[in-house]
C-alpha cells in the first residue's frame, strides 16, 4: 500500500492551509504490494482478531500505548480494553504482526465451505463488436491473442459477439461453433430466449490450457457484419437513415445475467473485455451520438457540456447489474467518431474496471496495454476505509469506487490492480487545528479488505496442498496501514514538504469534478486560478514582494518558484492540462 501525501508536513490550522494555497490531501494505492519507499507489509495471521477502538473503530497498531489491560488508541485517544485472548496474543510481541510494524497484511477467514473456496477459477469474456471493420478485428485479435498469453493458469475463457445479434461460440469441439440469437430493434424490448438456454455456461467457458488453439481458430473466423446483413437486421435512424445495428447495451445486459447465475460457484470474479468500434445503435442502450454538433448548436447550448453528462441512466443501471453479478468491465473503444462515452464509462468506472479509447487502429498499442493489464495481479470485492485523528476529516474522495449507502468514508472497489490508485482532500475538523504544543501528532490510517486468487502453485508452495489438483483456492485478507506525519512550524516548511505528483494528481481530480458540475469552461478557469493564487500566496508567504508607494514592485515576484525547488514543475503541468483543450480561457 504505497500513501503520498501532498504535503508531509502538514498545515497547522485552516489559516495556514488557505494561506499556502496547495491542495492537502493523500492518494493511495491500496494494493501495491509495498508502500511509497519500497518496503514490503509484515503478514500475519488472525486478522478477525485484531483489537478494535470502541469509539473510532479505528484498528491497534504500533503508535497505541499498550498496558497490561488496556490500549489507547493512537486516531482519537480512547482507552480500551484488552480481553483476555489479546493480553495472552500481546504477551509474545515478536509473534504478531501488528506489534512489529505499521503496515500490515493479516489473513481472514473465508465464508463458505472448503470446497466453495477452491471453485476460484478466473473467468475473462471478450465481447466483440461485429458492426465494424476488418482492420478493427484484426487488431481485436491481436489483442485477445495477447491476452490469452497473459492470462493465469487455469483461466477460463469465453468469445462472444455483438451487432444486431448476439453469438457465442463452443470452443470445446473439434470445430468452432457459434450460436446466434438476434437483439430486438426496440429500445424496451428484451431477448427473445435466455443465452443460458442457447449454450450453457459450462460450455461457453472453457479452459484456456486445453483449448487454446480452439480459441486461435474461433478468432479467426470473425468477420464484420455485411451490408445484405445491416440491410436485414439494423435499424433505421430518425430520419430514415441506415444505422449501424450495434447491440452493444441489450448484449451486456444478456451477458451479465448469464453470467451471474453461476457467479460464487464458478467463479468469484469474471472479467468482461468489450470491444466497440462506434456508439450503440441497436436495440437497449441505443445512444443518439447527434446531440452532439448540429442539435446542439442549433439549440445554442453549450458544447463544452455537451461533452460530459450523461443521456442515459441505462448504463449505470447496467453497471448495478454488472456488480450484482461479479463482473468487471474493461472496456476498449477504437473510433475515431464521437461514441458518448460520458454514458458507457460506468460500465468501467462502477465494476472497477478500465477504459481505453483509441482513435485510430493503425497506431492502436491495444494488444501491449491488455497484456499488461493481465500481467499484473488483482484484487476482488474490496472494502478501502480511511480514518484520521479527531483534528482533520477527509472531505472529497476521486476514484472507481461506490460509496458504502451506510458508511460514511467506506468505499466498495470490485476489481483493484497493484496501480489502481484513489485520492483523498483533506479539511480540518474545526478553527484550532494541530495544537504546536501538543504531544500527539496527526494520525492517518487506512484499512484495505480484499480477496485473491492463489494458484496452485502457491498453495503447494505453502505446504496448503497439492499443485496437481489444478485447483484455485480464495484467500481474504486486512491490509493496514497507520502513518503519524508532523504538523509543519511556518509556511516554509510546508512548501518544502511537497510532493507534486500528489498535489497534481488531487488537482485533476479537483479539475474533472467541476468540469463534470459547471462545464468544462469552467474547469479550466480552476485551474488557471489556482495557480495564480499559487503564485501570489508563494510570494506574500516568503516575503518576497516589496512594496512603493503602497504598490508591489512586480520585477521582484518569483513566477518560477526559485527557493522551492519541489513547486518549480507545478507551472509546467497546470500549463500542459491547460493545453489539452482548445478553448481559450476567457
Known amino acids: 500500500m504505497a500513501v503520498r501525501a501532498t504535503v508531509l508536513r502538514f498545515p497547522s490550522d485552516p ?7 496547495l491542495p492537502w490531501g493523500v492518494t493511495v494505492t491500496p494494493f501495491s504490494s509495498k508502500d511509497e519507499n519500497g518496503i514490503s507489509p509484515v503478514y500475519g495471521s488472525d486478522g478477525n482478531l485484531l483489537p478494535r477502538c470502541e469509539n473510532c473503530y479505528g484498528y491497534f497498531n504500533t503508535y497505541c ?3 497490561q489491560w488496556a490500549w489507547t488508541c493512537s486516531l482519537c485517544g480512547t482507552l480500551n480494553g484488552l480481553s483476555s485472548q ?19 497484511d493479516l489473513e481472514l477467514p473465508l465464508e463458505g465451505s472448503e470446497e466453495e473456496m477452491m471453485q476460484a477459477h478466473p473467468v475473462y469474456v471478450a465481447a466483440v463488436d461485429l458492426s465494424s471493420s476488418e482492420e478493427f478485428l484484426e487488431l481485436t485479435r491481436s489483442a485477445l491473442q495477447a491476452a490469452l498469453e497473459a492470462v493465469a493458469p487455469g483461466a477460463l475463457f469465453g468469445l462472444a459477439t455483438f451487432s444486431h445479434k448476439i453469438g457465442l461460440y463452443d470452443v470445446q469441439g473439434a470445430i468452432p461453433v457459434v450460436k446466434n440469437v438476434f437483439i430486438p430493434q426496440d429500445t424496451e424490448g428484451t431477448l427473445p430466449v435466455d ?18 488453439d480452439n480459441i486461435t481458430s474461433a478468432l479467426e473466423t470473425l468477420r464484420p457484419t455485411t451490408s445484405w446483413e445491416r440491410t436485414a437486421g439494423a435499424a433505421q435512424g430518425l430520419d430514415g437513415v441506415l444505422m449501424g445495428g450495434r447491440g452493444f447495451g441489450a448484449a451486456m445486459e444478456a451477458l451479465f445475467n448469464y453470467l451471474g447465475s453461476e457467479y460464487g460457484n ?12 462506434g456508439p450503440p445503435d441497436h436495440g437497449a442502450g441505443q445512444l443518439d451520438t ?6 446542439y448548436a442549433s439549440k445554442g447550448e453549450d458544447a463544452d457540456r455537451a461533452l460530459l453528462p450523461e443521456q442515459t441512466p441505462f448504463y449505470k443501471d447496467l453497471a448495478a447489474v454488472a456488480v450484482q453479478a461479479g463482473v468487471c468491465v474493461d472496456l476498449f473503444a477504437i473510433t475515431n467518431e464521437y461514441t458518448d462515452l460520458a454514458s458507457l464509462k460506468f460500465l468501467s468506472i462502477e465494476s472497477g474496471g478500465s477504459l481505453f479509447l483509441y482513435s485510430s487502429t493503425d497506431d492502436s498499442t491495444l494488444p501491449q496495454d491488455i497484456y499488461r493489464m493481465l500481467s499484473r495481479p488483482y484484487a476482488f470485492n474490496c472494502i478501502l476505509r480511511l480514518r484520521t485523528s479527531s483534528e482533520f476529516k477527509p472531505g472529497h474522495s476521486y476514484g472507481h469506487f461506490f460509496p458504502d449507502p451506510q458508511y460514511e ?25 494541530f495544537s504546536r504544543h501538543a504531544a500527539e501528532q496527526p494520525m492517518l490510517q487506512i484499512a484495505f479488505q480484499y480477496t485473491v486468487v492463489v494458484l496452485p502453485e502457491e498453495l503447494a508452495s505453502a505446504g496448503l496442498g497439492s499443485a496437481s489438483r489444478g485447483k484455485h483456492s480464495l484467500k481474504r485478507r486486512l491490509r493496514i496501514r497507520t502513518m503519524q506525519f508532523a504538523a509543519a512550524q511556518n509556511i516554509n516548511e510546508v512548501y518544502d514538504s511537497v510532493d507534486p505528483e500528489a498535489v497534481l494528481s488531487i488537482l485533476v481530480h479537483k479539475v474533472i469534478l467541476a468540469s463534470l458540475e459547471q462545464g468544462v469552461r469552467e474547469g479550466r478557469m480552476l485551474l488557471h486560478d489556482w495557480l495564480v493564487i499559487l503564485t501570489a500566496q508563494y510570494n506574500e508567504a516568503l516575503k518576497l514582494v516589496s512594496y512603493k508607494n503602497g504598490n508591489p514592485v512586480t ?18 503541468f497546470v500549463f500542459a492540462l491547460l493545453e489539452k483543450s482548445s478553448s481559450p480561457i476567457p
Open 266 to 277: 464458478t467463479f468469484a470474479l469474471a472479467r468482461v473485455f468489450a470491444f466497440l468500434s
Open 86 to 104: 489479546a493480553i495472552a496474543r500481546y504477551s509474545h510481541p515478536q509473534s504478531c504482526a501488528e506489534m512489529i510494524s505499521s503496515f500490515i
Open 290 to 295: 447527434r446531440r452532439y454538433g448540429e442539435q
Open 195 to 212: 443465452l443460458e438456454d442457447v449454450m450453457p455456461l459450462s460450455q461457453f467457458l472453457a479452459p484456456v490450457e486445453t483449448f487454446k
Open 409 to 433: 468514508n467506506v468505499q466498495h472497489i470490485i476489481c483493484c490492480d497493484s496501480y489502481a490508485t484513489y485520492a483523498y482532500d483533506f479539511d480540518f475538523a474545526n478553527a484550532a487545528g
Open 15 to 21: 489559516d495556514a492551509q488557505e494561506a499556502s494555497g
Open 65 to 67: 500505548e499498550l498496558e
Open 555 to 572: 520585477s521582484q515576484i518569483d513566477v518560477e518558484f526559485l527557493q522551492c525547488p519541489q513547486l518549480q514543475r507545478l507551472p509546467r
